[in-house]
């Protein structure tokens, strides 16, 4: 892709990521009110306790669920993420992620010792 088209895209995504930028932060702070409700709510020991952070969990949850603009904005945020990349020529690709996987690399040596 020439990098008109990407600064196309780029300008696109940044004025999509700015333009959410609010709803982002409001994002935020609805995960923490829902951290702080569950932290609580799994060391507390009464009932009435229990109930309390229960229901702040569930409005920071009813909070975040009113934010789906925010998602947009995440989008944006890591379209502009790629398109930086694709703009300095690294690869854009999640095979990194893939290769440090515990999991993946037991598998690996499994089958290396079986053999």
Not at 14 to 36: H, K, R
Request: charged share 10%; aromatic share 16%; net charge positive.
């Amino acid at each position: 892709m020439n990098k008109f088209w990407l600064l196309t895209l780029g300008i696109i995504a940044g004025i999509v990521a700015l333009s959410n930028i609010g709803a982002l932060f409001a994002l935020g702070i609805s995960a923490v009110i829902i951290y702080v409700g569950v932290h609580y709510y799994l060391r507390s020991l009464s009932t009435w306790a229990k109930v309390f952070w229960a229901a702040v969990a569930i409005i920071g949850a009813l909070s975040a669920i009113s934010n789906v603009p925010a998602l947009i904005g995440l989008a944006a945020f890591a379209g502009l993420w790629m398109i930086y990349r694709k703009w300095n020529g690294q690869n854009v690709s999640f095979d990194a992620i893939k290769e440090s996987d515990p999991f993946t690399n037991f598998e690996y040596q499994w089958n290396k010792l079986t053999k």
